[in-house]
């Protein structure tokens, strides 16, 4: 599903999605979010609001439909509640990159051009250190596996 989203085909992603769900019985809230992208890129941002609240309904601490709302808000120009959306995703997850770059750009959109500065530095320094700590576990597992093949 994701990768048709990535590629644009949203509408296909969200047959896909409803066919998925309608076959599991129970909704999940991965794929809720997912749908609901799906239908705010169609232009259904309501439809897509009530599917990012059924998803943490069921998920309440999942900080992609947080930021989900958050999208919903500002593409309404409501940026007080976009705002608050983003920052209830950071709490979730203090290292989610896409809320940090969103506020951002929401902060810009406000004038705000310290916040917008100290934001994308922000954004930027999760980014490095998500790259570092991959660079690290990488590094960590190919040390572990010469451990294991010097034995």
Request: charged fraction near 25%.
């Amino acid at each position: 599903m994701r990768s048709l989203i990535l590629r644009g085909q949203m509408s296909e992603a969200a047959r896909r999605l409803r066919e998925r769900m309608r076959q599991d019985g129970r909704p999940k809230s991965r794929y809720l979010n997912y749908l609901g992208v799906c239908e705010g890129h169609l232009g259904h941002l309501e439809s897509a609001r009530e599917l990012f609240i059924q998803a943490l309904v069921i998920s309440p601490r999942d900080p992609k439909p947080l930021n989900n709302l958050g999208n919903i808000a500002f593409m309404r120009s409501d940026l007080e509640t976009a705002r608050d959306y983003y920052m209830r995703s950071l709490k979730e997850n203090v290292w989610a990159t896409e809320p940090r770059f969103n506020l951002t750009v929401l902060y810009q959109d406000l004038g705000h051009s310290e916040k917008v500065l100290s934001s994308y530095e922000g954004y930027m320094m999760t980014k490095r250190a998500i790259q570092w700590a991959k660079i690290a576990a990488l590094s960590l597992t190919v040390l572990l596996l010469l451990f294991v093949v010097s034995l």
